[in-house]
Antibody
Framework: EVQLVQSGAEVKKPGESLKISCKGS????????IGWVRQMPGKGLEWMGI????????RYSPSFQGQVTISADKSISTAYLQWSSLKASDTAMYYC??????????????????WGQGTLVTVSS | DIQLTQSPSFLSASVGDRVTITCRAS??????LAWYQQKPGKAPKLLIY???TLQSGVPSRFSGSGSGTEFTLTISSLQPEDFATYYC???????FGQGTKLEIK
């Protein structure tokens, strides 16, 4: 069974750093890209970026470039989303999701077919 | 950048109704479009990918159509569990539409 399990809720102060995680299981972690999605309270879905755990190739949405860092450790099938200095406006639910499939050096564009349960990040002084 | 416009933003309907949600892209995106359903407090769920392919396990009352710039998600006969928010997503840039909240009339 494919599963993406995210780390637990976080409460942080402005200016603090944070790294949240997304652990994949039940499939070949290095065969699919992983995406991150933000959902601010009461708002819609925003794509943040994606990473290919096979070689850590990473793409960012222009809206999030420079604001967050996406990384992965394929040895433990885990992707990460991190902030160096949180702001109150980073308060949101963050989801990871599995996306594009890669095989034999080619990647095939896909939808976000499996999602993590979400990590709620609250930034407040 | 390609923009996605989803309409309507809110939709009120009754159990048994047929409803259609539209997603328009500012440029042609072939069939690179997906639809998701999200219920309060839950992660989104993939319904349709490649514009018209039903994800495994999704009831057949859901269908998707379109290509190029105009796409639709249709629910043929609304069930109580279908009241949720629906999002389209363009799969070239991963951009999401603004969402359509489907409420019980």
């Amino acid at each position: 069974e494919v599963q993406l399990v995210q780390s637990g809720a976080e409460v942080k102060k402005p200016g603090e750093s944070l790294k949240i995680s997304c652990k994949g299981s039940g499939y070949s972690f290095t065969s699919y890209w992983i995406g991150w999605v933000r959902q601010m309270p009461g708002k819609g879905l925003e794509w943040m970026g994606i990473i290919y755990p096979g070689d850590s190739d990473t793409r960012y949405s222009p809206s999030f470039q420079g604001q967050v860092t996406i990384s992965a450790d394929k040895s433990i099938s885990t992707a990460y989303l991190q902030w160096s200095s949180l702001k109150a406006s980073d308060t949101a639910m963050y989801y990871c999701a599995r996306t594009d499939y890669c095989s034999g050096g080619s990647c095939y564009r896909g939808a976000f077919d499996y999602w993590g349960q979400g990590t709620l990040v609250t930034v407040s002084s | 950048d390609i923009q996605l416009t989803q309409s309507p933003s809110f939709l009120s309907a009754s159990v048994g109704d047929r409803v259609t949600i539209t997603c328009r892209a500012s440029q042609g995106i072939s069939s690179y479009l997906a639809w998701y359903q999200q219920k309060p407090g839950k992660a989104p769920k993939l319904l349709i990918y490649a514009a018209s392919t039903l994800q495994s396990g999704v009831p057949s009352r859901f269908s998707g159509s379109g290509s190029g710039t105009e796409f639709t998600l249709t629910i043929s006969s609304l069930q109580p569990e279908d009241f949720a928010t629906y999002y389209c997503q363009q799969l070239n840039s991963y951009l999401f539409g603004q969402g359509t909240k489907l409420e019980i009339k």
